[in-house]
């Protein structure tokens, strides 16, 4: 069973940085998906990045440019660097993660959570 531990979390000004980190226990990085989520009070979660089997990283239009995900193969670690922070960014964070079914692709059902970490952006 693949766990995740977020962290990294915290509360920034406007315009400031923070960079989320995931690491994840029995973490076969061959075998499955990671992305990052992210759920603001009274809204819907969304999306923010992920990476997909072949390496593919895709980015919600909000995040584009500002946001950007990687990982550490060595240490079993998902990051997410968030820059230029904006209070719109105020949420919840999660990563996840997709096992990989057939035909070697992801199929978008993130079935393991980690517990989340805030992210507090002030004006």
């Known amino acids: 069973q693949v766990q995740l531990v977020e962290s990294g979390g915290g509360s920034v000004q406007a315009g400031g940085s923070l960079r989320l980190s995931c690491a994840a226990s029995a973490y076969l990085y061959s075998k499955y998906c990671m992305a990052w989520f992210r759920q603001a009070p009274g809204k819907e979660r969304e999306g923010v990045a992920n990476?997909?089997?072949?390496?593919?990283?895709t980015y919600a239009d909000s995040v584009k440019g500002r946001f950007t995900i990687s990982q550490d193969y060595v240490k079993h670690i998902l990051y997410l660097q968030m820059n230029s922070l904006k209070p719109e960014d105020t949420a919840m964070y999660y990563c996840?993660?997709?096992?990989?079914?057939?035909?070697?692709?992801?199929?978008?059902?993130?079935?393991?959570w980690g517990q989340g970490t805030q992210v507090t952006v002030s004006s």
């Open positions: 996840a993660a997709d096992k990989i079914g057939p035909g070697g692709y992801c199929y978008g059902q993130y079935d393991v």
């Open positions: 990476i997909d089997s072949d390496g593919t990283i």
